[in-house]
């Protein structure tokens, strides 16, 4: 779950296109929040923005220059011969040119780093589940990853044509609005919000769990107060991240972050290598199918492709455009052949006693266990506050004008971090809330959402 943090320097992963936690914009505006604007500082990040973008009349009036009245005896100066333009697809920047923060990127990616950035917002916490998926719903269930994988491979090119469209479209809320108006704008933006959202609930779970199991006898008893090594945990991590979250230049965690595909594949050989060479070895075992469970395995499975909110950004920043559909087909072949061997190899592992995450099922007394485990520790910490980002924006620019200040800012996404550590600790089941959020936010995300948009704006050729 994957922002748009750029970070200038690192163009091998970041050049001109975002990073791993999908999403760092406002996206009730065609601008972004977080971006700057031209000639400021990223230290300074106004929280004074509109969160609808004006009408196109409105810029001309704004863009007209304040000339001085003219009199019957001065006669207007001829205009000076211009020179013939080049024609080409105008730019949202140039039809936006006062409410785009961030001016155009001087290099873009190539196809191979735009595939970098695709598994980078592809492989994330959900391969942790995936065997849990198979051990809940049986083997046959495995084949939901491979049909999950190409309708939303087939969808992500639905978001291209309906890009390709208007060259004012951008982003996923810029499709929203050319389908439906600004109402389908807000709507796209309330759902990415709050996948968001559920996404950092999902991070403090993940941390709680991991450092329990490496901790499993940390506790604190305080005046009556009673919190055992997950609520203990859970509590001191999100009070270390909240220091990031206050951050108005998120650089640093942006280059953190960008390591995600790098701990990924370290948490897939660490599995191989406990089942392989430290002798935990691989069990043959579970059902065949059980529809009982079905749904949750489906909600677990399509979580894993949650990355359409970003696609449009890859889309944009890219070279060759052409190369797009190429791309996307190579990283979504990739990590379902990830997932699909993750699931298999966890679960002849562990079998039944498979739990939420694989990690927790891998012996403690193991190196690779050890290192699989900090990873995922890690991976969540680094992510948390470029997710967050967005969210806090949004409701800071909603403040009142008197009231939008670095003090109240801080005290808003104080409350957003504090919120999430309770959602967490009221609902701590990493595997149900994981299978919710596939269930309703990643399938309207990445199957309904760019389906109802393209037939929308396609509708005359449909």
């Known amino acids: 779950m994957l922002s748009a943090v750029q970070s200038p320097s690192v163009s091998t992963i970041m050049a001109a296109s975002p990073s791993i936690t999908k ?125 999950l994988g190409a309708c939303s491979c087939y969808t992500g090119l639905l978001l291209k044509r309906c890009i390709d469209s208007s060259p004012t479209i951008e982003t996923y809320p810029d499709i929203g609005r050319a389908a439906f108006g600004t109402p389908g704008r807000i709507f796209v933006s309330v759902v990415l919000y709050l996948e968001l959202y559920a996404c950092c609930v999902e991070y403090i779970t993940l941390l709680g769990d991991s450092l329990s199991s490496v901790f499993p006898s940390a506790h604190l008893a305080f005046t009556g107060i009673y919190l055992n090594s997950h609520n203990l945990f859970a509590i001191s991590m999100a009070l270390a991240i909240l220091p990031s979250v206050w951050l108005r230049n998120l650089s640093l965690l942006s280059y953190l972050s960008a390591g ?137 620019e909603a403040l009142p004008k008197m009231m939008r200040n670095y003090v109240a800012g801080m005290c808003v996404r104080t409350a957003l971090v504090l919120s999430t550590v309770v959602v967490a600790l009221s609902f701590p089941y990493f595997a149900l809330v994981m299978a919710l959020l596939g269930s309703v936010f990643t399938m309207l995300v990445a199957l309904i959402l760019p389906c109802a948009c393209y037939l929308s704006i396609k509708r005359d050729l449909v």
């Open 23 to 147: 999403l760092g914009s406002s996206f009730l505006k065609a601008g972004s929040s977080f971006f700057l604007k031209k000639g400021a500082t990223e230290g300074s990040l106004p929280l004074t923005r509109p969160l609808l973008p004006p009408s196109l009349s409105q810029l001309s009036q704004q863009q007209q220059p304040a000339g001085r009245p003219s009199t019957d005896s001065l006669q207007p100066r001829p205009p000076a011969p211009q020179p013939p333009a080049v024609q080409q697809r105008p730019s949202a920047a140039c039809l936006k040119s006062n409410y785009i923060e961030l001016p155009p990127p001087s290099s873009k990616c190539s196809s191979a780093q735009s595939i970098i950035n695709g598994l980078n917002v592809l492989c994330g916490v959900g391969i942790l589940t995936t065997c849990f998926g198979i051990k809940q719903a049986g083997w046959l269930s495995l084949l939901l990853l491979p049909l």
């Open 260 to 396: 995600g595909v790098v701990a990924t594949i370290t948490v897939v050989v660490c599995l191989f290598w406990v089942g392989i060479g430290d002798g935990v070895g691989f069990h043959p075992s579970g059902s065949a199918l059980n529809l009982t469970h079905l749904p949750l395995a489906l909600g677990l499975y399509g979580y894993c492709f949650s990355g359409h909110s970003v696609f449009p950004n890859i889309y944009s920043s890219m070279k060759e455009r052409s190369q797009f559909p190429f791309v996307l087909v190579f990283c979504f072949i990739v990590v379902t052949i990830v997932y699909s061997g993750v699931a298999a190899t966890g679960f002849l592992m562990f079998g039944e006693s498979t739990m939420s995450q694989f990690t927790l099922n891998m012996p403690q007394q193991y190196v690779p266990s050890k290192i699989a485990i900090w990873m995922t520790i890690v991976n969540p910490y680094t992510k948390y506050a470029l997710t967050m980002t967005p969210v806090a924006l949004s409701i800071e």
